[in-house]
C-alpha cells in the first residue's frame, strides 16, 4: 500500500540530509581529483577520480571514431564533475539543508528565496523534482 502521507518542507529537507549522510558514509576518504590514465592499446581506461591512495571510478572508452576526441572531453567533464561531488561535500551540504528545518516553514505562502533554493536542491537529491 502506497504511503499517502503529504511530506513538509521540513521532512523533504531531512529527508535529503539523511541520504547524503547515509551514501556517503563509508566512502573513500580523501581529496577527490580527476586525471587521464595513461592511454592502453585498446584506448580504455582514459579518464579517472582517484584519492592520493586510491581509485574511485574510472571512465572507460573505447571508440575509435569521428566522435572520439568529444566522448574523451566529455569523460574527462564528467570525471571533474564526479571529483567536485565527492563525499566531503555530504555533511556540510546535509548541515546546510537541516539548518532550514528549524524555522516556522508555512505550506501556504511563499518561501523564503534561500528555502526555496535548499528545497530544489533537496528534491533533486530525493528525487522528486518534477
Do not use: F
Not at 6 to 24: G, N, P, Q
Amino acid at each position: 500500500m502506497a504511503d499517502t502521507t503529504e511530506k513538509t518542507i521540513a521532512d523533504e529537507l531531512r529527508e535529503a540530509a539523511a541520504k547524503l549522510r547515509r551514501v556517503s558514509a563509508g566512502t573513500t576518504d580523501g581529496r577527490w581529483v580527476c586525471g587521464r590514465l595513461e592511454e592502453q592499446e585498446d584506448l580504455s581506461q582514459q579518464v579517472a577520480v582517484s584519492t592520493e591512495n586510491a581509485l574511485v571510478a574510472e571512465i572507460n572508452l573505447s571508440v575509435r571514431d569521428s566522435a572520439w576526441r568529444y566522448m574523451r572531453d566529455q569523460a574527462v567533464r564528467d570525471g571533474q564533475w564526479i571529483a567536485l561531488a565527492s563525499p566531503a561535500l555530504a555533511e556540510p551540504l546535509a548541515s546546510w539543508l537541516d539548518s532550514w528545518t528549524g524555522i516556522d516553514l508555512r505550506e501556504d505562502g511563499p518561501l523564503p528565496e534561500d528555502v526555496e533554493h535548499a528545497l530544489r536542491i533537496a528534491r533533486v537529491i530525493n528525487g522528486t523534482t518534477p
